[in-house]
T-cell receptor
Framework: GENVEQHPSTLSVQEGDSAVIKCTYS??????FPWYKQELGKGPQLIID?????GEKKDQRIAVTLNKTAKHFSLHITETQPEDSAVYFC????????????FGTGTRLQVTL | GAVVSQHPSWVICKSGTSVKIECRSL??????MFWYRQFPKQSLMLMAT?????????EQGVEKDKFLINHASLTLSTLTVTSAHPEDSSFYIC?????????????FGPGTRLTVT
């Protein structure tokens, strides 16, 4: 089955700096890679996703890159703000055969003033 | 769009009683819903996949007789924790796939905090 590793487990950045979270996956058949943001006591919120036929996707301050050859994908947050503080989860799935997402272990991002 | 609700948001029950949690997709149809459990500072653990009109598929190690799942309509799935015990205390989260997009987007509910005393 799929295995997703996520690093770092915690990340502290100053407001305005950039934050990068990296994930690697094991199943080369995986073709959909969403990122979720989870605030304390709330459910995960889909913030951006990327499909395997695309190398990069951007939405305002958030971008995701995918390297299929190396089987890794990354979340980039620029100009971080205190409200970006949360736990971020990456995930992967082979939409052709699997019905469930495999999640990374999460990254706790702290944006300090 | 793509809103998933859960009810209740938190519940406290006594050991031995049963608790039902509802998961609804408010603005889209979801033939597939998922139930997760999350312990503090941990990732989401998939418990079962709920398919409308058929039996749920449980992950290894999850007791199907203890965690009853019913997906009776395209917008509603329920999880019943039967004979709850303190070790069942956790954060339960559902998610739903938006079939209308034709791809795989999955949206999560706000979660239900269960405390068993």
């Amino acid at each position: 089955g799929e295995n997703v590793e996520q690093h770092p487990s915690t990340l502290s950045v100053q407001e305005g700096d950039s934050a990068v979270i990296k994930c690697t996956y094991s199943d080369s058949a995986s073709n959909y890679f969403p990122w979720y943001k989870q605030e304390l006591g709330k459910g995960p919120q889909l913030i951006i996703d990327i499909r395997s036929n695309v190398g990069e996707k951007k939405d305002q301050r958030i971008a995701v890159t995918l390297n299929k050859t190396a089987k890794h994908f990354s979340l980039h947050i620029t100009e971080t703000q205190p409200e970006d503080s949360a736990v971020y989860f990456c995930a992967a799935v082979d939409t052709g055969t699997a019905s469930k997402l495999t999640f990374g272990t999460g990254t706790r991002l702290q944006v300090t003033l | 769009g793509a809103v998933v609700s859960q009810h209740p948001s938190w519940v406290i029950c006594k050991s031995g009683t049963s608790v039902k949690i509802e998961c609804r997709s408010l603005d889209f149809q979801a033939t597939t819903m998922f139930w997760y459990r999350q312990f503090p500072k941990q990732s989401l653990m998939l418990m079962a996949t709920s398919n409308e009109g058929s039996k749920a598929t449980y992950e290894q190690g999850v007791e199907k007789d203890k965690f009853l799942i019913n997906h009776a309509s395209l917008t509603l799935s329920t999880l019943t924790v039967t004979s709850a015990h303190p070790e069942d205390s956790s954060f339960y989260i559902c998610s739903a796939r938006d079939q209308g997009t034709g791809f795989y987007e999955q949206y999560f509910g706000p979660g239900t905090r269960l405390t068993v005393t």
